[in-house]
């Protein structure tokens, strides 16, 4: 059960770095401040610690097609 978790682990810390890494290069494409970047992480980190399963599926509703 060790290893199973070990490579679970691995795994998610694979696509946060990913994610991040992602984040990182479009907002500097962007020119985006870091004021602006702090502020970004700050919302999103206070919205995930008060409601997590947004990261997993979307609050809105669905829009007309």
């Known amino acids: 059960w060790l290893a199973i978790g ?3 682990s691995m795994a998610i810390l694979n ?3 990913s ?3 992602a984040l990182a ?3 500097r494409s962007k ?6 970047v702090r502020q970004l992480l700050r919302v999103f ?3 995930v610690a008060r409601k997590p399963s947004l990261l997993f599926k979307s609050n ?3 829009g007309p097609m």
Not at 31 to 36: D, Y
């Open 31 to 36: 020119k985006v401040p870091l004021k602006t």
């Open 6 to 8: 070990g490579i679970a």
């Open 45 to 47: 980190a206070y919205r």
């Open 25 to 27: 290069v479009a907002l």
């Open 15 to 17: 696509l946060l770095v």
């Open 60 to 62: 809105r509703a669905p």
């Open 19 to 21: 994610f991040a890494l």
